[in-house]
Every structure is written in structure tokens, then in C-alpha cells.
């Protein structure tokens, strides 16, 4: 699960582009419009996904002797 909260942003992106480019497939009056909705949900949603901290193992100090 934690690597999932690590690429979270990553894989916003790349659902926004994959239906972004899914939306030429739709009828050509609704196409800027909708074009333009799922840009702007896009961008929102990669913005919005914060980046998380790889996780790192805590070594006890008295442990590396």
C-alpha cells in the first residue's frame, strides 16, 4: 500500500491522459468542451494528490556496531 501513496501522483496523471485521449472517441460537437473538462480534471487531480515519502527503514544506532 505504501508504494501505492508513493506513485499516487503518477498514476493520476497517467488516468487523466489515458481519458483524456479516450475523449477523441466521443461525437465532435461535445469534443472541445469535454476536451477541456477532463484537461482541467486532470490537472486539478494531479495537483491535488499529495507526494509521499518513500519509506525508510529506522535503524537503531546501537545496532550498526
Known amino acids: 500500500m505504501q508504494r501505492i501513496k508513493e506513485i499516487a501522483?503518477?498514476?493520476?496523471?497517467?488516468?487523466?491522459a489515458v481519458?483524456?485521449?479516450?475523449?477523441?472517441?466521443?461525437?465532435?460537437?461535445?469534443?472541445p468542451?469535454?476536451?477541456l473538462v477532463g484537461v482541467i480534471a486532470t490537472a486539478i487531480?494531479?495537483?491535488s494528490i499529495p507526494n509521499?515519502?518513500?519509506?525508510v527503514p529506522v535503524v537503531d544506532p546501537s545496532e550498526l556496531d
Open 19 to 31: 481519458l483524456s485521449a479516450g475523449l477523441t472517441l466521443i461525437p465532435v460537437e461535445w469534443s
Open 9 to 16: 501522483k503518477a498514476i493520476a496523471a497517467v488516468v487523466g
Open 33 to 35: 468542451w469535454l476536451g
Open 45 to 47: 487531480a494531479t495537483y
Open 52 to 55: 509521499a515519502a518513500p519509506a
